[in-house]
């Protein structure tokens, strides 16, 4: 469905714990990471208090053998939280089936003024896809009327959506100030 259509779509845009939520959707391969670390980085160094939630396919594994952490996980606890002077992680082991939706990942964030999210293609979340014409697949936004822009390494024609290239970082950061209605802070 193209973007505009008459259909009434959940918006998980905002919260009371952060100011914005605002996601990229792409293929694997699209460049998604890339151009978020870039966008947190531009974002950031504007004095923005910068959260991320980003999806994986795969089995992570964030700590170690030997560590500490990774040993209270292998003798059985479900939660093991580290923390030092510079830094806290926690780790939370999932039942079988029974990946979080994002909403729950939002709720252990700590608050942010704005939360990029890098994939849940299909969560109801306004997004902007990431598109190469050289992955060879479907543009998302055909499908998806929460997709509000396009950025791509390759002009679009036919594109109802703004659209962006790839390396224009100011002007996606801006699209996202715009979209999710948050002031500059520095």
């Known amino acids: 469905m193209l973007p505009g259509a008459s259909m009434t779509i959940p918006r998980l845009v905002s919260s009371a714990r952060h100011g914005a939520v605002f996601g990229f959707a792409g293929w694997s391969g699209s460049g998604k990471t890339t151009l978020v670390e870039k966008i ?13 939630i980003k999806h994986a396919h795969h089995k992570i594994e964030a700590d170690h053998a030997g560590k500490d952490s990774y040993r209270h996980r292998q003798a059985g606890s479900n939660q093991v939280l580290i923390s030092s002077a510079k830094r806290s992680a926690h780790f939370i082991e999932h039942k079988p089936n029974t990946e979080p939706d994002l909403a ?37 936004y055909l499908e998806d009327g ?33 979209q999710t209605k948050i002031k500059q802070v520095g």
Not at 40 to 52: F, N
């Open 40 to 52: 947190i980085a531009h974002l950031s160094s504007q004095g923005l208090d910068v959260a991320t």
């Open 104 to 140: 729950d990942l939002l709720a252990q964030l700590v608050p942010a003024n704005l939360v990029l999210v890098e994939g849940f293609k299909s969560y109801p979340i306004e997004k902007i896809e990431i598109h190469r014409p050289s992955i060879g697949k479907p543009r998302i």
């Open 146 to 178: 929460l997709i509000t822009a396009v950025a791509s390494d390759s002009p679009i024609a036919d594109c109802p959506l703004p659209f962006f290239d790839l390396d224009d970082i100011i002007g996606i950061s801006a699209f996202i100030m715009a």
